[in-house]
């Protein structure tokens, strides 16, 4: 791209359909062409509308994949793009179908924030977003990860959904900008905190671990280890609390979630002096819980 000359996303060009991007991003990826060589708004715009594709070589590695190049490896999207495709994404695509369990708008919301993580991530490292976007996009994600009720991973013959892994995922690349106050810090830990609170299906595909990597982020960045210590104290009481409200086989499911989260808890900090008694609380919390 030549410097200084910008892309509208917002142009009224037709975009492509599914079969169109795919055979482009696929010669793209095999160098059978370049990025300079086609109409890069257009594509952009078209990655953008399909990125919840159930095509699940498009959307993983065709769409994503080149979003990754483009804006990780190559910053060929400059920041003002950037901001544009950053945007688009906290409109619709962040909450198409939300509140849906077991469709395919799914896919739509669960990578959409996995483009808001790229953004971030290379705004860590080249600082263009304004704080008050950082704000935005906290807000949004709080919203979006509060209201999102299709928590499946893999999806039999349409790949990775994943909402939880990638939300927690793109939290992990928020809570290291600079410009996010660490008093943000308490609500971003009680929101990821609640997605541990499961009772309709268990976490089989390391959601878990991925909910840990913002959580021992923010630990390293300064939040209150007691915070945290609080939580897990909380925990055998608040599932008694459930076990009266649900049902057994439901109660049983939770258990195993917030079980799990805690023993991955313990092996992730393990070996870390300054966390000792974090890893102490654990020991008694898991003792407690039956």
Not at 14 to 36: A, M, P, Q, R
Not at 87 to 103: H, Q, R, S, V, Y
Request: aromatic residues 8%; negative net charge.
């Amino acid at each position: 791209m030549t410097k200084g000359k910008m892309m509208n996303l917002s142009s009224g060009k037709v975009l492509l359909d599914e079969g169109e991007l795919k055979c482009i991003l696929t010669e793209i990826k095999s160098g059978k062409c370049h990025w300079h060589e086609v109409d890069r708004s257009l594509l952009l715009k078209s990655m953008l509308e399909h990125i919840g594709s159930t095509d699940s070589e498009l959307r993983d590695q065709l769409i994503y994949t080149s979003f990754y190049r483009l804006i990780i490896e190559s910053h060929q999207i400059e920041p003002e793009l950037l901001i544009e495709l950053l945007e688009a994404c906290l409109n619709e695509p962040l909450f198409k179908g939300i509140g849906e369990k077991d469709t395919d708008t799914v896919f739509t919301r669960a990578f959409t924030t996995l483009l808001i993580a790229l953004i971030l991530f290379r705004d860590n490292t080249g600082d263009f977003l304004p704080s008050s976007t950082i704000y935005s996009i906290k807000e949004n994600l709080i919203k979006y990860i509060n209201l999102e009720e299709d928590l499946r991973g893999y999806v039999a013959g349409k790949g990775w959904a994943h909402s939880i892994a990638h939300v927690a995922d793109t939290f992990g690349e928020l809570v290291k900008n600079p410009k996010l106050d660490k008093d943000n810090y308490s609500e971003i830990l009680k929101t990821l905190w609640s997605k541990l609170f499961i009772s309709s299906s268990v976490y089989v595909h390391d959601e878990d671990e991925r909910i840990l990597i913002p959580i021992l982020e923010m630990l390293e960045r300064g939040l209150n280890v007691k915070e945290i210590e609080e939580l897990i104290e909380n925990l055998p009481t608040e599932l008694k609390v459930q076990k009266a409200q649900i049902e057994i086989e439901n109660y049983w499911l939770l258990v195993f979630n917030i079980k799990t989260f805690l023993k991955s808890f313990y092996i992730k900090i393990n070996g870390n002096p300054r966390l000792l008694p974090l890893q102490k609380n654990i020991e008694q919390c898991l003792a407690r819980i039956y």
